[in-house]
């Protein structure tokens, strides 16, 4: 099976702890002694939350905050391309066909932000359309996708299962309404509708869940395709 792995940067490293990078790097490195093809896309986190606010606090603009954060995304890459004992890409890598060109050569392909614009939930969707991934997997700091922010209402409610285009009006709701996160962000949902891609999005905090999901247990929120 072809995987692609969107791991945030506050599940990967919410405090920069060798021990949480190692433990996913573990399941990757699992996934690929099982056979699988595995490609990861790893998120900025709350480090890069704080050097886009300070640059913010300085000036810049939209377009270099995002830059910025691209260049933490691509640390964090790092940091698991360290710890993998896979054939991986030496470094991370900068575009969707550097990835691809990885996972043809037999390597976990691993890769953080893109270009301004693009989050890494984005990029990941991108990865898993181009490479015609069987799964594409969003390990995220919550347990799957709720009809509203569960940190913001208490009777928000999880979903198991969701089709592409119940995920596109689930996020667009959330995403709309003031203070609310949704775990994966409008253009990925888009992305997967049109692509008749599979995905789970589930609570990433614990690797084993990732290993789980490809295995078929997923505990999260599955989206399949329409019809």
Known sequence: MRVVICI????LVPGLQADRVDAHAGVID??????????????????????IGTARDLGATEYDLDAI??????????LLITALESSA??????????ARASLRRGEVAVMGGTVPGHTTDAVAALLAEMAGADLLVYATSVPGVFSADPNERDDAERYDRLTAGELVDVISTIETAAGSKAPVDLLATKIIE????????????????????????????EVVPDG
Do not use: F, K
């Open 30 to 51: 699992g996934l690929v002694s099982d056979g699988h093809e595995v490609a990861t896309i790893v998120g900025g986190g709350d480090v890069a939350r704080r050097y």
């Open 89 to 98: 890409t030496p470094e991370p890598a900068e575009s969707h066909e550097d």
């Open 194 to 221: 049109r692509s008749g891609l599979r995905a789970v999005v589930l609570d990433g905090t614990e690797p084993s869940r990732i290993a789980d999901a490809v295995a078929g247990n997923a505990d999260g929120t």
């Open 69 to 78: 954060g691209i260049d933490v995304t691509r640390l964090n890459a790092r």
């Open 8 to 11: 945030g940067g506050s599940v």
